[in-house]
């Protein structure tokens, strides 16, 4: 096996897949290690669709046009999903238009391992990133295990897409937990899908169920304590979409409280699948079809950065000058404590951008973090968690590591207006 690259990204989620397109496509060797079957992470193992809202309302008196916000790599594999789904279902296939949402996660399977391959990036499946080595900052080389064993790998530089911050935790960089207060994180939610279901009835059910949900409740035959039931369509006119379990106060990166989570929310997903079958119109004959490989995970640890995006940034709507990506999906916080989520709605045309010292951590010399453990505080991640945003970062992560190796810098050192440039060149969204 190879040991040496220009670029290593750890993890292939929407943001690791953006980075190492990237970086690939400015001209670096890559490689791409993901420790499950398929790229996609939260999308793909975790189930979680759909693409939550990236752009600018239309605000109707000034009749301007809708502003993308994610656009770049994320556009690129949105329209190429897109495609495919016509291909497969006819041009007036449903979510083929932007602003895109609901997906497929096979055909987003199919077209992230095309867009890989295209751009020549190497990628390594089941292969999890399990040490690293550093002096003074500088990652010399990172530990993997997969089914060749332990390999030592070298790169100029390294991109921590892991969502855990795993790889930059392993390299010795601090990092925070959830929240300041009592480091709670979001909770954990596995995702199922219910398929059978006539979804008209489903529909027209639908307040009813919300009130039977808190019936059920009240008489304890559903344990969840989740305010209400979360469900969305999919592509398919009989399968429902279930992002409704709710795991509270457990550690994501805890092995103990993960397997424990993961226990608490298959009852739940059982309990909901009774209740569906029992009290639903229109799911009386459903049947349990999938449940996510992977319960998800909202929020674990963001790193301590050069720089640290909080709430206040969010709410001033700051741009920054080394902006490279931006957002403004609500500040969505699901309880980490219990019932309820909250959430601070954005103003029609206004937005943020995150900073690329955000993806740096303290110190670090070439090592970037990219996707939802960047670093900031419990509340702006509620908001650029979102999947059309992480990609975003991943894109600008490897857009950087391709400029410092040209430029024979490191990924601390690149210089941001040259980047901005780039990215935007490429189109991307900075500000
Ligand atoms: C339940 C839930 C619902 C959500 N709902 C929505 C929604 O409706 N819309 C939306 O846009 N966003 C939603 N989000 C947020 C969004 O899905 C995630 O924040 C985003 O996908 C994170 O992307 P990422 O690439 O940073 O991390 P991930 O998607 O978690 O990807 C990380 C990847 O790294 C791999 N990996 C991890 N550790 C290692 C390692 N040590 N070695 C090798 N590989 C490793 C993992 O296998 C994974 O593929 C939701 C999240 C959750 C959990």
């Known amino acids: 096996m190879k040991t040496k690259y220009d670029v290593i990204v750890a993890g292939g989620g929407f943001t690791g897949v953006a980075a190492a397109i990237a970086a690939a496509r400015g001209g670096c060797e890559v490689l791409l290690l993901e420790e499950s079957n398929s790229l996609g992470g939260s999308a793909t193992r975790g189930l979680v669709?759909?693409?939550?809202?990236?752009?600018?309302?239309?605000?109707?008196?000034?009749?301007?046009?809708?502003?993308?916000?994610?656009?770049?790599?994320?556009?690129?594999?949105?329209?190429?999903?897109?495609?495919?789904?016509?291909?497969?279902?006819?041009?007036?296939?449903?979510?083929?238009?932007?602003?895109?949402?609901?997906?497929?996660?096979?055909?987003?399977?199919?077209?992230?391992?095309?867009?890989?391959?295209?751009?020549?990036?190497?990628?390594?499946?089941?292969?999890?990133?399990?040490?690293?080595?550093?002096?003074?900052?500088?990652?010399?080389?990172?530990?993997?295990?997969?089914?060749?064993?332990?390999?030592?790998?070298?790169?100029?530089?390294?991109?921590?897409?892991?969502?855990?911050?795993?790889?930059?935790?392993?390299?010795?960089?601090?990092?925070?937990?959830?929240?300041?207060?009592?480091?709670?994180?979001?909770?954990?939610?596995?995702?199922?899908?219910?398929?059978?279901?006539?979804?008209?009835?489903?529909?027209?059910?639908?307040?009813?169920?919300?009130?039977?949900?808190?019936?059920?409740?009240?008489?304890?035959?559903?344990?969840?304590?989740?305010?209400?039931?979360?469900?969305?369509?999919?592509?398919?006119?009989?399968?429902?979409?279930?992002?409704?379990?709710?795991?509270?106060?457990?550690?994501?990166?805890?092995?103990?409280?993960?397997?424990?989570?993961?226990?608490?929310?298959?009852?739940?997903?059982?309990?909901?699948?009774?209740?569906?079958?029992?009290?639903?119109?229109?799911?009386?004959?459903?049947?349990?079809?999938?449940?996510?490989?992977?319960?998800?995970?909202?929020?674990?640890?963001?790193i301590e950065g050069e720089y640290t995006l909080t709430k206040d940034d969010l709410l001033e709507c700051r741009k920054f000058e080394d902006g490279i990506a931006t957002c403004n999906y609500d500040i969505d916080i699901h309880n980490p404590e219990g019932t309820g989520t909250s959430h601070y709605y954005f103003a029609p045309h206004t937005y943020y951008n995150i900073p690329y010292r955000c993806l740096i951590p303290k110190g670090a010399v070439n090592l970037l973090v990219a996707g939802r453990c960047i670093s900031s505080d419990h509340d702006a991640q509620a908001s650029y968690r979102i999947m059309p945003t992480v990609c975003n970062l991943g894109e600008a992560a490897g857009e950087a590591a391709a400029l410092a190796h040209e430029l024979g810098c490191s990924t601390r050192d690149v210089p941001t207006n040259e980047l901005r440039a780039r990215l935007v060149a490429n189109g991307a969204v900075v500000d």
């Open 49 to 302: 669709n759909p693409f939550m809202p990236y752009f600018t309302p239309i605000h109707p008196k000034e009749g301007e046009t809708r502003k993308y916000l994610s656009r770049g790599i994320f556009e690129e594999i949105t329209h190429r999903v897109a495609q495919l789904t016509k291909e497969v279902h006819g041009e007036d296939a449903k979510y083929t238009t932007q602003p895109y949402n609901t997906f497929s996660e096979e055909y987003l399977k199919v077209v992230l391992n095309r867009m890989v391959t295209e751009a020549g990036v190497k990628v390594l499946f089941h292969t999890s990133v399990i040490g690293a080595n550093a002096d003074n900052g500088k990652l010399s080389s990172i530990i993997i295990y997969n089914a060749s064993g332990v390999t030592t790998l070298e790169a100029e530089s390294f991109i921590d897409c892991t969502g855990d911050a795993d790889l930059a935790t392993q390299a010795g960089f601090p990092f925070h937990l959830g929240r300041d207060s009592d480091h709670l994180c979001q909770p954990m939610t596995l995702c199922f899908r219910v398929g059978d279901v006539d979804i008209p009835r489903f529909n027209a059910f639908r307040p009813q169920m919300q009130a039977l949900y808190k019936e059920w409740q009240a008489a304890g035959k559903i344990k969840n304590i989740r305010e209400n039931v979360l469900v969305f369509s999919t592509i398919s006119d009989t399968v429902l979409h279930f992002n409704t379990t709710r795991v509270v106060k457990l550690n994501p990166t805890d092995a103990e409280d993960i397997s424990k989570a993961e226990m608490l929310a298959r009852e739940q997903v059982w309990e909901m699948f009774i209740f569906l079958r029992e009290a639903v119109q229109g799911c009386e004959n459903c049947q349990l079809l999938s449940t996510a490989m992977q319960i998800g995970v909202r929020e674990s640890r963001m």
